[in-house]
């Protein structure tokens, strides 16, 4: 494997831009795998002064695609950027104006950053990969290209099925595709150009960020219509569980938290917690405080957790949230913290070093969504000691043991687990969680077990490279059997 070279194309990566948990994993990713012998560059669009932040940058011609490519350095990783200014430098966000809606022309931009991406894969920035890993729906014409051109071997990672690319016709001259594709075993989804499907179709290995979420990527009630297509796809579709950057999340040693603690030496999380109940205005309590650092969404289940929020605050419990999204949440949110000044809390937003410090000085971390590809937040609950309290779905199933007698006699429980899209489930895990916090034994034995987890990239790192080395072999045995067939 030693020297295998990966173009890891994206829509964001922490630290350059990032909305969301796809940011935190293209950009962790790249030091996990070094240690596999993998040199990993990422590639991206140059949203509004991202070509700035690059070191040593050096510009590239493009034959198939508007702009240019500059590559160099930035924070640490080798970065190819898509510089295209009227794609990408707007103000607002990477997918939406300031007004919040999706850009019109998202099909143009993110099809002419495919093309791009294919041509990069090929060597136009001067080096040469083995393969290209397209991740969501925005490189998702990138296996495609590459399989219609001849270049790399690809891999496609669905981060969240529910976002697919789903564009007019017009979106194939924009993506560089065939008209011959438009068909149901090309990249027709329901009379529509699917970018998320053209590389589900065509890339040589696809995968999704946790085992469980993809067995129910299989099924129709989580498959949103491409059950089938991976279903077809058997033993080229697989899960790896999402990590964490241990080093950017860390207790021991994060500049976020008021005091450092570790599994070892708890004592700093008191400081930690006094500083988070400052900050949200929460009331001195003997009961749990419970965080939430999420989208606002129905599929996060925030709207259960309003339906639960009267058992939260008769076991004791307070809430300190933050996130944003449907407006009718925040809104519910914002009347709850008004009808219960000291025991809930909210920030509409996100702020980083605010979401350090309420894992640090949160006892209990609630996911209750109605389905989770991987999820992160757990994973840096179980690392900052912040019990998590989820839901038995997707990778949140795959990483939280619940605390049953069996789990906790044996010291293997690691959270608190319920059933997914019901309010009554989450209210008794939130009493459960609430009668284990009373226990100062039990809740010291849970809190160590939930730190000493493993949350990092390493297994997964090595599967990763596992996939690249078969998705090169597949490529290479595909290429041969062409030049037969010829």
């Known amino acids: ?101 999706d850009w019109r022309d998202n099909a143009q931009r993110f099809g002419a950053f495919a093309r791009a991406a294919a041509e990069a894969a090929a060597g136009a920035a001067g080096i040469s990969f083995d393969v290209a890993h397209a991740h969501d729906w925005q490189a998702g014409p990138v296996p495609a290209l590459l399989r219609l051109r001849g270049g790399p071997a690809s891999v496609m990672t669905i981060h969240n099925i529910a976002f697919q690319g789903l564009f007019g016709p017009e979106a194939l001259e924009a993506a560089g595709l065939p008209r011959r594709l438009m068909r149901f075993d090309g990249v027709e989804q329901h009379g529509r150009v699917g970018y998320l499907k053209a590389g589900l179709q065509f890339a040589d290995r696809v995968t999704t960020v946790s085992p469980r979420y993809a067995r129910e990527l299989t099924t ?66 003997d009961g749990p405080i419970f965080i939430v650092v999420s989208r606002m969404t129905r599929q996060k289940g925030l709207d259960l957790l309003l339906d639960a929020l009267p058992t939260l605050l008769a076991e004791g419990g307070a809430l300190a949230l933050l996130g944003s999204g449907d407006v009718d949440l925040e809104a519910g949110f914002a009347a709850a913290a008004r009808d219960h000044p000291g025991r809930v809390s909210c920030v509409v937003g996100y702020d980083e070093p605010l979401a350090h410090l309420m894992q640090g000085g949160g006892d209990a971390i609630l996911v209750p969504s109605r389905f989770e590809p991987c999820g992160l937040t757990q994973l840096i609950g179980l690392r900052y000691g912040a019990i998590p309290v989820v839901a038995r779905t997707g990778g949140l199933g795959d990483t939280v043991i619940d605390a049953n007698p069996a789990a906790l006699a044996v ?53 990763y490279a596992a996939l690249y080395r078969e998705a090169a072999e597949a490529s290479a045995a595909r290429r041969g059997t062409d030049r037969e067939a010829g």
């Open 220 to 285: 129709a009630e989580f498959g949103y219509g491409l059950e089938a297509l991976l279903r077809w796809r058997g033993g080229d579709f697989s899960g790896v569980l999402n990590g964490i950057d241990e080093a950017v999340w860390n207790p021991a040693s994060d500049p976020a938290l008021p005091a450092a603690f570790s599994a070892r030496d708890l004592s700093g999380k008191a400081a930690c917690r006094a500083a988070l109940r400052e900050r949200f205005g929460l009331r001195a309590t």
């Open 1 to 101: 494997m030693s020297g295998m070279r990966v173009l890891s194309v994206a829509s964001e990566c922490a630290p350059l831009i990032k909305t969301g948990g796809l940011a935190d994993v293209v950009g962790a990713l790249p030091s996990a795998l070094s240690a596999e012998g993998v040199e990993t560059t990422v590639m991206l669009p140059a949203y509004r002064r991202l070509a700035e932040r690059l070191e040593g940058a050096r510009a590239h011609a493009l034959a198939d695609a508007p702009g240019r490519l500059l590559s160099g350095r930035a924070e640490g990783l080798s970065v190819i950027l898509h510089d295209a200014p009227e794609l990408f430098d707007r103000d607002g966000g990477p997918y939406a104006g300031p007004d919040g809606r």
């Open 411 to 463: 010291g293997a429980a690691t959270g608190v687990v319920h059933a997914p899209g019901r309010g009554d489930a989450l209210a008794e895990a939130i009493r459960r969680t609430c009668a284990l916090h009373r226990d100062d034994a039990a809740w010291a034995g849970l809190r160590r077990a939930a730190m000493r987890h493993p949350v990092g990239w390493g297994p997964s790192a090595a599967r």
